[in-house]
């Protein structure tokens, strides 16, 4: 919590310090030398670092709240940080937890969000959306914002019909906003989990909605669009989970309707799928696999890398390139590469949902 409040040092530069130096103890105790040969580290906020007189004892009173409200404190380096959330370079040091919901791991989950002004129409797609994902057997963890419109929407129906829902939200846990969704978040603990980056007390600003959009994406394998203007924070999520190659939905509208221009060009210039129904979630997203082909053998020169990867496909059939970062130990650019240069070589194959499959049995002797 003390690196978090350094002035002038992200998330980025904050895990390239404790990489660095290795540990957090030991930022605060290296020289001001050693901290400018850190990546993105410059002089001023290595003399933050420096400077900074912030102690472990100064964060007691947040220590006791989160003890008291039986808060969950997760730390990136920690095993029980969401892997989806771990593969965002942008994503938070830590973030606070409340509620039932004990892993992200090895879940399908998927993000819902929109206007603040939804429509009838918006709503009504949106609870329909969510009730076909609970009737499909899916059980996806629906995740939103808490805001007004199709957020709570959102929240509303999966708790309804069963499903875990997520809130992100954009301040501590010591107030909710809005204030009149407060009972609806006091559901959500007992069906799913609210999540914070932020700690209590923290200053009410516009820039924190927009940090809680990341999370939002980064933890979904997938993020839906309902209903959005030309502009809003709808659009931003969109453009956050494209960047972290996840997948993105949006709901088509009438080209007059002033809330389906942001969904509009999302499909417009290829930045998001068009969606109709949850059974395009399921073909896009791979949830349902009946084809089973007959593979044949193939004999393929693949280096040592590559081969680590087609011994993954081997034991799994089939797995998304999440997955395949965290069984090989490689970094997700690295992975997308070699799974790029494995296509060209016809030893696997890209499926819907950004899912890869061997197209044969590989000989990877």
């Given at each position: 919590?003390?690196?978090?409040?350094?002035?002038?040092?992200?998330?980025?530069?904050?895990?390239?310090?404790?990489?660095?130096?290795g540990?957090?103890?030991e930022?605060?105790?290296?020289?001001?030398?050693?901290?400018?040969?850190?990546?993105?580290?410059?002089?001023?906020?290595?003399?933050?670092?420096?400077?900074?007189?912030?102690?472990?004892?100064?964060?007691t009173?947040?220590?006791?709240?989160?003890?008291?409200?039986?808060?969950?404190?997760?730390?990136?380096?920690?095993?029980?940080?969401?892997?989806?959330?771990?593969?965002c370079?942008?994503?938070?040091?830590?973030?606070?937890?409340?509620?039932?919901?004990?892993?992200?791991?090895?879940?399908?989950?998927?993000?819902?969000?929109?206007?603040?002004?939804?429509?009838?129409?918006?709503?009504?797609?949106?609870?329909?959306?969510?009730?076909?994902?609970?009737?499909?057997?899916?059980?996806?963890?629906?995740?939103?914002?808490?805001?007004?419109?199709?957020?709570?929407?959102?929240?509303?129906?999966?708790?309804?019909?069963?499903?875990?829902?997520?809130?992100?939200l954009?301040?501590?846990?010591?107030?909710?906003?809005?204030?009149?969704?407060?009972?609806?978040?006091?559901?959500?603990?007992?069906?799913g989990?609210?999540?914070?980056?932020?700690?209590?007390?923290?200053?009410?600003?516009?820039?924190?909605?927009?940090?809680?959009?990341?999370?939002?994406?980064?933890?979904?394998?997938?993020?839906?669009?309902?209903?959005?203007?030309?502009?809003?924070g709808?659009l931003?999520?969109?453009?956050?989970?494209?960047?972290?190659?996840?997948?993105?939905?949006?709901?088509?509208?009438?080209?007059d309707?002033?809330?389906?221009?942001?969904?509009?060009?999302?499909?417009?210039?290829?930045?998001?799928?068009?969606?109709?129904?949850?059974?395009?979630?399921?073909?896009?997203?791979?949830?349902?696999?009946?084809?089973?082909?007959k593979?044949?053998v193939?004999?393929?020169?693949?280096?040592?890398?590559?081969?680590?990867?087609?011994?993954?496909?081997?034991?799994?059939?089939?797995?998304?390139?999440?997955?395949?970062?965290?069984?090989?130990?490689?970094?997700?650019?690295?992975?997308?590469?070699?799974?790029?240069?494995?296509?060209?070589?016809?030893?696997?194959?890209?499926?819907?949902?950004?899912?890869?499959?061997?197209?044969g049995?590989?000989?990877?002797?």
């Open positions: 919590m003390a690196l978090a409040q350094i002035p002038g040092l992200g998330p980025v530069n904050a895990k390239n310090l404790i990489s660095y130096c540990g957090i103890k930022i605060f105790n290296t020289s001001e030398k050693k901290l400018l040969k850190t990546p993105g580290i410059g002089k001023i906020t290595a003399r933050s670092i420096i400077q900074s007189k912030q102690l472990p004892e100064d964060f009173d947040e220590i006791k709240f989160i003890t008291k409200n039986n808060i969950q404190f997760h730390f990136y380096l920690d095993n029980d940080y969401p892997f989806l959330l771990k593969q370079p942008d994503a938070p040091l830590f973030f606070f937890k409340k509620g039932t919901i004990s892993s992200f791991d090895n879940r399908k989950i998927i993000s819902v969000v929109g206007t603040r002004n939804a429509t009838q129409r918006g709503k009504e797609i949106c609870k329909n959306l969510i009730k076909e994902l609970s009737e499909s057997g899916h059980n996806p963890i629906i995740i939103s914002g808490l805001a007004f419109g199709i957020d709570i929407c959102a929240h509303k129906a999966a708790l309804k019909y069963g499903l875990e829902t997520v809130s992100v954009a301040h501590g846990f010591d107030r909710i906003y809005p204030a009149k969704h407060k009972n609806t978040a006091s559901e959500i603990t007992k069906q989990a609210l999540i914070t980056e932020f700690t209590k007390g923290s200053k009410f600003e516009r820039q924190n909605f927009l940090r809680r959009n990341r999370i939002i994406a980064g933890l979904s394998h997938a993020s839906i669009i309902i209903e959005s203007a030309a502009k809003g709808s931003v999520t969109a453009d956050i989970a494209n960047s972290y190659n996840r997948d993105v939905f949006a709901v088509p509208g009438r080209l309707d002033k809330y389906s221009e942001g969904t509009n060009w999302l499909i417009k210039i290829h930045k998001a799928f068009l969606l109709q129904s949850a059974k395009d979630i399921e073909y896009i997203l791979n949830w349902e696999q009946n084809i089973n082909p593979q044949q193939l004999f393929v020169e693949l280096s040592e890398d590559e081969k680590k990867i087609a011994e993954i496909l081997q034991t799994n059939s089939k797995a998304v390139i999440d997955y395949i970062c965290k069984e090989s130990g490689f970094n997700s650019a690295k992975t997308s590469a070699l799974l790029l240069e494995m296509e060209f070589k016809n030893a696997v194959r890209c499926l819907p949902g950004k899912v890869f499959e061997l197209t049995n590989i000989n990877i002797k």
